[in-house]
């Protein structure tokens, strides 16, 4: 369940030179507000989108989170940085809500049913957007200036008991590392067009330190980056020993505030596990 090599934006990330409608958020810079406002206002989020996005289909982790889906029946389900509508067109939920930051696929959302929202994450929140039980932000976090912000936000439009399932790519692999280490290639992962001057991920999560963000607003967060092991990763878990972070994919979880949500999620996962 490799990250797709294309670029999911719903922050500031397009060149530098185009106007910007409005000034970004301060929550989340802390006492650099005034530098990343500024950096902000050189940039279009939107442009990034019709320029840069190359539609993939659902991609591994989106699969994984339709079983979860198909299981817990929610009446509610939003994506944010949803992209094209793959992945909610299948959910089999009764509301859909799809959140980017351009229009270029608003009309293919909106023709399928799905509630179509353009929001830029680093400048707006989700006001406006009626609670959901579901939210989905895969491929999102990384891109952002405030992803503080955007959690903040994802955690305010959930109802009680609701549950958001995220990831971020895994930017500390074995293999890259060594070649990055050895000279042999720039520290750019998973965007080749791209040099370390323009890459599109402005952030780079470890396992722990996702773990530690999304603990900012959930108490509960449930680990899913083990049903994607592959190769070396899961030959480890078959054996019962620790798997690195460097064999992993990217952090991969489920998060709620409500302990019997938590403990729903778990068994779901033990039987996911077992029809591996």
């Known amino acids: ?26 929550a989340g810079f802390g006492g650099t507000t005034d530098v990343m406002a500024e950096a902000a206002r050189r940039f279009e989020a939107s442009s990034y989108l019709d320029r840069s996005f190359a539609p993939q289909g659902i991609g591994g982790w989106r699969a994984l989170y339709l079983k979860f889906v198909a299981e817990l029946r929610p009446e509610s389900l939003l994506e944010v940085g949803a992209g094209t509508p793959d992945f909610l067109e299948r959910a089999g939920v009764e509301r859909r809500v799809a959140v980017d930051v ?11 049913g799905i509630e179509f929202v353009v929001r830029d994450l680093d ?9 959901v039980d579901v939210a989905v932000c895969s491929d999102v976090f990384e891109h952002l200036l405030d992803p503080a912000g955007a959690l903040d936000a994802l955690a305010g439009v959930l109802r009680p008991g609701g549950i958001l399932f995220s990831h971020v790519p895994n930017e500390f692999r074995l293999g890259h590392l060594a070649r990055v280490m050895l000279g042999r290639r720039e520290a750019v992962a998973f965007h080749p067009g791209s040099r370390e001057w323009d890459d599109p991920h402005l952030r780079r999560f470890t396992d722990r330190g996702f773990r530690a963000f999304l603990s900012r607003r959930f108490e509960h967060n449930l680990k899913l980056t083990d049903l994607g092991y592959g190769g070396s990763a899961r030959r480890l878990q078959r054996l019962g020993a620790p798997v690195p972070f460097c064999l992993e994919g990217g952090p991969t979880y489920a998060s709620t505030r409500d302990p019997e949500t938590f403990g729903r999620l778990s068994a779901l996962k033990e039987k996911l596990a077992r029809e591996r």
């Open 1 to 26: 369940m490799n990250h797709p090599r294309r670029a999911r934006r719903l922050s500031v990330r397009a060149r530098a030179g185009a106007p910007a409608a409005a000034a970004p958020r301060g």
């Open 102 to 112: 351009g229009e270029r696929f608003a009309a293919d959302f909106r023709a399928r």
């Open 123 to 131: 400048r707006e929140g989700l006001e406006g957007v009626a609670p």
